[in-house]
């Protein structure tokens, strides 16, 4: 006689990635936050006698322009948070364009964020300022974790759980597959480049510092400043269930990323920085994009939507 079993239904995906980062993934995050850094310290006298030129000044600003736009109109914006749908070219040069930016696979990125939203400035929040508590002590503490300590962190977010969309993009796996290439070749190409235009040895090793060193350095920062800085200073304009606030002064250099209340409280807005004097490149960006048919069914703000959220003063 044959018995029938029910089988039993899958149980909820965990929230830790079955494969861990490698010793090789922690090195690499430990040289990418240390370099930068030691680097910056020797930036001032470097530059003040003989390391800087216009072409390492133009190098190094189209390289960040481009990966830091990857990551904010890219990896957040469109991927994360589907502000706005894009045509399958302009889907693959965001997500080559993100990637290049050394943060983290465009997968690892999402994944991680989506998890960051889900638990805002809560237990199982993967960086926030808040983990230790608040105090003095624990909020130095929970800044430089929530900063940069998170990377080294041996687990990560689960990708089948909260990307589960990307994983089933072909074109996302490639990408998160060909990483390391892309990461390559945003370590190589400003060395190249400054070779190149200047026909010298010496154009290439200052084309690598200004280039690839301190451009990767600045925007990292200027990244994890978003997950520190602005989930404990600022201004709160508008409702939201965690303590995102708003930084100007970080609005320039993180291109509208800083006007952080608004995205928690409205996290599909296109728009991030929506109030008068708000300047938000990356949603001046998506505009241009919308105006060429690139990019299409965008979630902008509307009058109704923000006097809903408005934090009544």
């Not at 929230?15 to 936050?33: M, N």
């Not at 241009?288 to 009544?312: C, H, M, Q, S």
């Amino acid at each position: 006689m044959t018995v029938i079993t029910e089988r039993s239904a899958p149980g909820p995906k965990p929230d830790i990635d079955p494969e861990p980062k490698t010793v090789p993934e922690l090195i690499t995050f430990g040289v990418i936050v240390a370099t930068p850094i030691i680097a910056l310290i020797a930036a001032v006298p470097f530059a003040w006698g003989w390391g800087l030129g216009w072409t390492d000044v133009a190098i190094a600003a189209v390289f960040y322009v481009v990966s830091g736009l990857g990551v904010t109109v890219g990896f957040h914006r469109y991927f994360t948070h589907g502000s706005f749908k894009a045509k399958r070219p302009l889907k693959l040069a965001l997500g080559i364009a993100g990637s290049i930016s050394l943060e983290m696979s465009v997968l690892d990125w999402v994944a991680t964020h989506r998890k960051h939203h889900k638990f805002s400035d809560k237990e199982g929040d993967p960086h926030s300022p808040w983990r230790f508590g608040p105090g003095f002590w624990s909020m130095a503490k929970g800044l430089l974790w929530a900063h940069m300590g998170w990377l080294f962190e041996t687990t990560r977010a689960n990708r089948e759980k909260y990307a589960p969309d990307l994983v089933k993009d072909p074109d996302i796996i490639k990408l998160h597959k060909w990483f390391p290439v892309l990461a390559i070749t945003s370590l190589v190409a400003p060395a190249l480049l400054g070779g190149l235009l200047t026909w010298s040895w010496w154009g290439m090793a200052t084309g690598f510092f200004w280039g690839t060193v301190i451009r990767i350095g600045l925007l990292h920062h200027v990244t994890w400043s978003i997950n520190s800085i602005c989930h404990v200073f600022g201004e709160e304009a508008f409702e939201s269930r965690d303590k995102s606030r708003n930084v100007w002064w970080l609005a320039i250099p993180s291109f509208g990323e800083s006007w952080h209340n608004l995205h928690h409280s409205d996290p599909t807005c296109a728009r991030h920085g929506a109030l008068k004097g708000q300047i938000d490149i990356s949603a001046g960006v998506i505009r241009i994009f919308e105006r060429l048919g690139w990019a299409y069914d965008v979630r902008w703000p509307t009058p109704e939507r923000l006097a809903a959220k408005r934090v009544n003063v």
